[in-house]
């Protein structure tokens, strides 16, 4: 594992979209599983520049996205397709066919979880994932539990991840309780993990994750096994 400590956000989201658009130049048709979330809002914003100043360019990149809440479809604004479209693939020049994110209206949610990693597969699996953490350890929407989920799968969220996601909504009500997530086994397959966190709120279960006991109580800490694991954090 590298563990990067960076003075500030802005230096930890530079530092992201650097390795983002390294892997992006040397791999120019490359897998990028993405997240959501505060986290990588920054990196997004220097990814989007990279590509209008034209030194990276996504025209060959598929993505693939971790997660995405039950029940909202992508007119949603509140939906996680709605998010990447808004803070990444309408500023880059990604094709938008090649974009990626489970499908939370899916009338069968378990058949869709299955072809999201069929689907995984038949790309040859994920080059780089970027992943966030959860103030209780998850990752995607890899709630903590008594073991690890491989295959994407329906969620039931913690009441701590709906507190913490009560700020992007009206009320703490209006957030969906289920998601569905990508799975353990595609994330830890990934060949690249990246894995950004920042502010002092975050240090804690950064600590347990990455220094403490491999255990699906703390789902974020499975990636202590990862061959290539990149952590990213910065107390600001
Ligand atoms: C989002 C996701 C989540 C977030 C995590 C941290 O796609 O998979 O695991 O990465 O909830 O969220 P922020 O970055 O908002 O603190």
């Given at each position: 594992?590298?563990?990067?400590?960076?003075?500030?956000?802005?230096?930890?989201?530079?530092?992201?979209?650097?390795?983002?658009?390294?892997?992006?130049?040397?791999?120019?048709?490359?897998?990028?599983?993405?997240?959501?979330?505060?986290?990588?809002?920054?990196?997004?914003?220097?990814?989007?520049?990279?590509?209008?100043?034209?030194?990276?360019?996504?025209?060959?990149?598929?993505?693939v996205n971790?997660d995405e809440y039950v029940g909202l479809d992508g007119?949603?604004?509140?939906s996680y397709r709605?998010?990447?479209?808004?803070?990444?693939?309408?500023?880059?020049?990604?094709?938008?066919?090649?974009?990626h994110v489970p499908n939370g209206c899916a009338a069968d949610l378990k058949a869709e979880g299955i072809a999201y990693?069929?689907f995984?597969?038949?790309?040859?699996?994920?080059?780089?994932?970027?992943?966030?953490?959860?103030?209780?350890?998850?990752?995607?929407?890899?709630?903590?539990?008594?073991?690890?989920?491989?295959?994407t799968?329906e969620?039931?969220?913690?009441?701590?991840?709906?507190?913490?996601?009560?700020?992007?909504?009206?009320?703490?009500?209006?957030?969906?309780?289920?998601a569905i997530t990508?799975?353990?086994?595609?994330?830890?397959?990934?060949?690249?993990?990246?894995?950004?966190?920042?502010?002092?709120?975050?240090?804690?279960?950064?600590?347990?994750?990455?220094?403490?006991?491999?255990?699906?109580?703390?789902?974020?800490?499975?990636?202590?096994?990862?061959?290539?694991?990149?952590?990213?954090?910065?107390?600001?």
């Amino acid at each position: 594992m590298k563990f990067i400590t960076v003075k500030n956000y802005e230096e930890l989201s530079r530092k992201a979209a650097n390795i983002i658009a390294a892997q992006v130049i040397s791999k120019p048709n490359c897998v990028l599983g993405l997240a959501t979330g505060s986290s990588p809002l920054g990196t997004y914003a220097a990814l989007a520049k990279y590509c209008d100043d034209g030194d990276v360019d996504f025209s060959g990149v598929t993505s693939v996205n971790l997660d995405e809440y039950v029940g909202l479809d992508g007119t949603n604004d509140q939906s996680y397709r709605y998010f990447m479209d808004t803070n990444l693939f309408s500023k880059i020049n990604i094709d938008k066919n090649k974009t990626h994110v489970p499908n939370g209206c899916a009338a069968d949610l378990k058949a869709e979880g299955i072809a999201y990693d069929k689907f995984i597969k038949e790309l040859g699996g994920i080059d780089l994932q970027l992943l966030g953490i959860g103030l209780d350890g998850h990752i995607g929407f890899n709630e903590p539990d008594k073991f690890f989920t491989a295959e994407t799968h329906e969620v039931k969220l913690d009441p701590s991840t709906i507190k913490a996601n009560a700020r992007f909504f009206e009320s703490e009500a209006d957030v969906p309780t289920k998601a569905i997530t990508m799975g353990m086994l595609s994330i830890m397959q990934a060949k690249k993990v990246l894995l950004i966190a920042n502010g002092e709120a975050k240090k804690e279960i950064i600590e347990k994750a990455f220094y403490g006991p491999i255990t699906p109580e703390v789902p974020a800490s499975i990636l202590q096994l990862h061959p290539d694991l990149t952590v990213i954090y910065s107390e600001n």
